[in-house]
T-cell receptor, first 112, second 114 residues
Framework: TQLLEQSPQFLSIQEGENLTVYCNSSSVFSSLQWYRQEPGEGPVLLVTVVTGGEVKKLKRLTFQFGDARKDSSLHITAAQPGDTGLYLCAGVPGAGSYQLTFGKGTKLSVIP | DTEVTQTPKHLVMGMTNKKSLKCEQHMGHRAMYWYKQKAKKPPELMFVYSYEKLSINESVPSRFSPECPNSSLLNLHLHALQPEDSALYLC?????????????FGPGTRLTVL
């Protein structure tokens, strides 16, 4: 089983601050997805990265896939209270199963 | 239509009840999934349907019975559940169960077993 280690597990910051969430593995993933989930709701897909070294931007969110496709990061600039939620990374293993492997999630709280 | 819908939103049932959860998508996706999510944990895969056939059962107890009547619908039949089965049940769909497997989730059904 390929594991995704996500860090930090919890993050509480003031509005306007920047933050980075990391998703690391010792295994290669063919693609990696980032989701945001609010309490009592389903995860919402933010982005999918598939190419090593790829960088994608979604407004104040920047996603990066490592060159070796073993790690990814999510950077939020000038965090807003609306960014509060559980951020999940999920990867499709490079070989074998096509099912998603989830990280344990990062619970982000942005304080006004 | 780019969303996955789930009904009901909330469900409370006794251990002797029989109930069903429903999921629907109209994105033309051919893979559909059931996940179980406990508080503060990531989703755990239960079942995968690919082209309306059950392709993965992650050793789920038989008190959970999935059904895929057609390519747009997915049901989860519940019978004789235990209190520890209380959780958020998520349905998801993807274009296929291969490739990049970009999955889109529904809002979930919050199940409470008394």
């Amino acid at each position: 089983t390929q594991l995704l280690e996500q860090s930090p597990q919890f993050l509480s910051i003031q509005e306007g601050e920047n933050l980075t969430v990391y998703c690391n593995s010792s295994s290669v993933f063919s693609s990696l997805q980032w989701y945001r989930q609010e309490p009592g709701e389903g995860p919402v897909l933010l982005v999918t990265v598939v190419t090593g070294g790829e960088v994608k931007k979604l407004k104040r969110l920047t996603f990066q896939f490592g060159d070796a496709r073993k790690d990814s990061s999510l950077h939020i600039t000038a965090a807003q209270p609306g960014d509060t939620g559980l951020y999940l990374c999920a990867g499709v293993p490079g070989a074998g199963s096509y099912q998603l492997t989830f990280g344990k999630g990062t619970k982000l709280s942005v304080i006004p | 239509d780019t969303e996955v819908t789930q009904t009901p939103k909330h469900l409370v049932m006794g251990m002797t009840n029989k109930k069903s959860l429903k999921c629907e998508q109209h994105m033309g996706h051919r893979a559909m999934y059931w996940y179980k999510q406990k508080a503060k944990k990531p989703p755990e895969l239960m079942f995968v349907y690919s082209y309306e056939k059950l392709s993965i059962n992650e050793s789920v107890p038989s008190r959970f019975s999935p059904e895929c009547p057609n390519s747009s619908l997915l049901n989860l039949h519940l019978h004789a559940l235990q209190p520890e089965d209380s959780a958020l049940y998520l349905c998801a769909s993807s274009l296929s169960a291969s490739g990049y497997n970009e999955q889109f989730f529904g809002p979930g059904t919050r199940l409470t077993v008394l």
